[in-house]
T-cell receptor, first 112, second 112 residues
């Protein structure tokens, strides 16, 4: 079953602009993670935020988590053409036994 | 270098044939996972294993089988019972308690 739902499904921006992707989920979680996937490749872990955290930064990435609204956002600042990829959120549900459930992803295109 | 190796990268199969996808990791991770990804969609969990000689069904286990005889290896067999096996298959591993997944580069299976 798909726990996370990303919004928007696709996003096209110009280099230098910021990109914001959102993820909503349905059940209580231990943590929420964001992954990146280049076309035809495996996923790469970007950042993990625990249920007791509200915000986390890693380089040009900023993730927020609102457990009351069951939602998270990923902000990529000063985007580059190399940021073009699909971005997925994944939730570690409290009852899941350490298995992640992925959303359907946001396809980000950064135009040079 | 440490990582996860999936093979083959591309595989073609005739209907009615079983095929086995290989996944090997040298990260000393306890847990290993198999996901299926269809075009434009997220990942769905097929099977996972948290310890040698033990594994659990994921959300879409029907038509698939796995084994975990060694910590480093978690092969996936796509059997003839799988009705729609054409997909991109991703193997992942994770260290105990951190929750972060490390992915291989994937195997693309096409049924002719």
């Amino acid at each position: 079953s798909q726990q996370g739902e990303e919004d928007p499904q696709a996003l096209s921006i110009q280099e230098g602009e910021n990109a914001t992707m959102n993820c909503s989920y349905k059940t209580s979680i231990n943590n929420l993670q964001w992954y990146r996937q280049n076309s035809g490749r495996g996923l790469v872990h970007l950042i993990l935020i625990r249920s007791n955290e509200r915000e986390k930064h890693s380089g040009r990435l900023r993730v927020t988590l609102d457990t009351s609204k069951k939602s998270s956002s990923l902000l990529i600042t000063a985007s580059r053409a190399a940021d073009t990829a699909s971005y997925f959120c994944a939730t570690d549900e409290e009852t899941s036994g350490s298995r992640l459930t992925f959303g359907e992803g946001t396809q980000l295109t950064v135009n040079p | 270098d440490g990582g996860i190796t999936q093979s083959p990268k591309y595989l073609f199969r005739k209907e009615g044939q079983n095929v086995t996808l290989s996944c090997e990791q040298n990260l000393n991770h306890d847990a290993m996972y198999w996901y299926r990804q269809d075009p434009g969609q997220g990942l769905r969990l097929i099977y996972y294993s948290q310890i040698v000689n033990d594994f659990q069904k994921g959300d879409i286990a029907e038509g698939y089988s796995v084994s975990r005889e060694k910590k480093e290896s978690f092969p996936l067999t796509v059997t003839s019972a799988q009705k729609n096996p054409t997909a991109f298959y991703l193997c992942a591993s994770s260290p105990r308690y951190t929750g972060e997944l490390f992915f291989g580069e994937g195997s693309r299976l096409t049924v002719l």
